[in-house]
C-alpha cells in the first residue's frame, strides 16, 4: 500500500503540473496570496481570536500594498469568508501562472506561553515541532468531502503519509528560502517579534504550488498578548507591511532592472519620507557599477540529481556550470561581470522555457546578495 500511495502522488502531482503551470502570459510579476482556512473551517482559535478572519484580514491588506505597484498582479485564493479546498489553491496558483505563493495562517497550542513568528517552506523535516505545526495545517483536508479520494488516501495524521509528500519543490527550495528569509527578517528587525526560524515542514498547500513557495506563521492566537496584537488593526497592518516589503525585496533581487522601484511605506508616514512607484529613469547606455572582484551568473535550476552537463538537458542552452549545495547540485548559465549582460542571459534563459530562473551574484567563488554586489 505504501508503494502504491507514492505512485498516486506522483500522478496528482503530475496532475497540478498539467494545468498550465508554466502560463506565463502577463510580464507582471504575479503574487499569489493564499490566506488560510476560511469559511466551515475556522483554524485555531482562541477566544475571540480566530485564525481564519485575522490571516484573511492581513493577506488582503497584503495585496493592497503590493497592487499600488503597476507591475505587480496579486491573486488571491480567497478574499472572503469562504471554505476553499487545500488542493484547489495551489491548482489555483498553477493556473494563474504565480511567481511565488504565500500561505498566511497562526498558530494555536494548548500552552500560552508559546510566541514568536516563523515561516516554512517545503521539506521533509525530521523535527517534532515542525511536524505537528504541518500536521495541524494538513488536517484541513479532512473537512472536504472524499479526501480520501482527492488526496490519494493522505492521512494527515499519519507520520508515514506525511512522509509520503515527496519533495517536488526541490527546484524552488533555493528561491523559497529566499523569499521566506526576507520575510522572517522583517519580523524580527523591524517588528521586533520573537524569531522562531525559517524552517522545512511537509505542508500539502506547499506541495502542490510549482513556484517558490513559503507559509507564514504571524503569531499564537493561544498567547494573549501576541493573540490580542494578531487581532488588532495595528498588528494586522504592521504584519502586512513587512510582508510586502519582503516580497518586493525578493521581487527586486531577482528580476533584474525591470523591478518595482518604489518601496513599501507606513501609510502615516509624511510626505517627505514616501518613496513612490517611478519609472526608472536611468540611462540603458550607462553600465550599472558593480563591486570588485563580483560576477553573475544565471541560476536556471537547482535539483538533487546530478545531470550531464549537456545542452539537451538545458533545453538547448550552453555554457553550463554545476555547483553543489548542500544536497541541492545548482545549475547556472554562463558567467559575466556585467550585470546589464547578466539580464540578456537572464532573458536568454526565460526565453529557452527556464521561466523560473534568476541573477545570482558571486564573489571569490561565494554566492552574495545581489544588494552588495551593485554597492
Avoid at 496532475?15 to 473551517?41: C, E, M, R, T
Avoid at 479546498?85 to 500560552?112: D, L, M, Q, Y
Avoid at 488516501?153 to 507520520?159: I, K, L, N
Wanted: overall charge positive; aromatic content about 8%.
Amino acid at each position: 500500500m505504501k508503494y502504491s500511495h507514492s505512485k498516486l502522488f506522483t500522478l496528482l502531482t503530475l496532475l497540478f503540473l498539467s494545468i498550465g503551470v508554466f502560463a506565463q502570459g502577463s510580464s507582471k510579476f504575479k503574487v499569489v496570496i493564499d490566506p488560510g482556512h476560511g469559511g466551515k473551517d475556522t483554524g485555531t482559535n482562541h477566544g475571540k481570536y480566530k485564525e481564519k478572519d485575522i490571516v484573511l484580514s492581513v493577506g488582503l491588506e497584503v495585496g493592497r500594498l503590493l497592487s499600488k505597484h503597476s507591475d505587480i498582479e496579486v491573486v488571491y485564493t480567497r478574499s472572503t469568508d469562504v471554505f476553499v479546498p487545500v488542493k484547489e489553491r495551489s491548482v489555483i496558483a498553477n493556473e494563474k501562472g504565480g511567481n511565488v505563493f504565500v500561505s498566511i495562517h497562526c498558530n494555536g497550542v494548548a500552552s500560552t506561553s508559546a510566541y514568536g513568528t516563523e515561516t516554512f517552506v517545503m521539506g521533509l523535516s525530521k523535527n517534532k515541532s515542525n511536524l505537528e505545526v504541518a500536521k495541524t495545517e494538513n488536517s484541513v483536508i479532512m473537512l472536504e468531502d472524499d479526501y480520501k479520494t482527492n488526496y490519494a488516501g493522505f492521512d494527515p495524521s499519519s507520520p508515514e503519509s506525511i512522509i509520503g509528500l515527496t519533495l517536488m519543490q526541490e527546484d524552488y527550495i533555493h528561491q523559497s528560502i529566499d523569499l521566506a528569509s526576507r520575510v522572517q527578517d522583517g519580523f524580527t528587525n523591524d517588528l521586533k517579534r520573537r524569531n522562531r526560524g525559517v524552517k522545512q515542514g511537509p505542508f500539502w498547500v506547499l506541495h502542490g504550488a510549482f513556484m517558490p513557495s513559503i507559509l507564514i506563521e504571524l503569531g499564537f492566537v493561544s498567547n494573549k498578548e501576541e493573540g490580542a496584537y494578531l487581532y488588532s488593526k495595528k498588528g494586522q497592518k504592521e504584519l502586512a507591511e513587512s510582508i510586502a516589503v519582503g516580497i518586493i525585496a525578493y521581487k527586486k533581487a531577482y528580476y533584474g532592472s525591470g523591478v518595482t522601484t518604489g518601496t513599501v511605506v507606513k501609510e502615516n508616514q509624511s510626505k517627505q519620507t514616501k518613496t513612490t512607484s517611478t519609472k526608472n529613469t536611468s540611462s540603458k547606455s550607462t553600465e550599472t557599477k558593480v563591486a570588485k572582484g563580483v560576477s553573475f551568473k544565471v541560476q536556471i535550476a537547482a535539483s538533487k540529481r546530478v545531470l550531464p552537463l549537456k545542452p539537451q538537458n538545458f533545453r538547448g542552452l550552453r555554457n553550463v556550470t554545476m555547483l553543489k549545495s548542500g544536497s541541492l547540485n545548482k545549475y547556472f548559465y554562463s558567467e559575466t561581470t556585467s550585470y546589464e549582460r547578466a539580464e540578456e542571459l537572464l532573458k536568454e534563459a526565460k526565453d529557452k522555457g527556464h521561466k523560473s530562473s534568476f541573477i545570482v551574484a558571486f564573489k571569490n567563488g561565494k554566492i552574495i546578495s545581489l544588494e552588495e554586489a551593485l554597492k
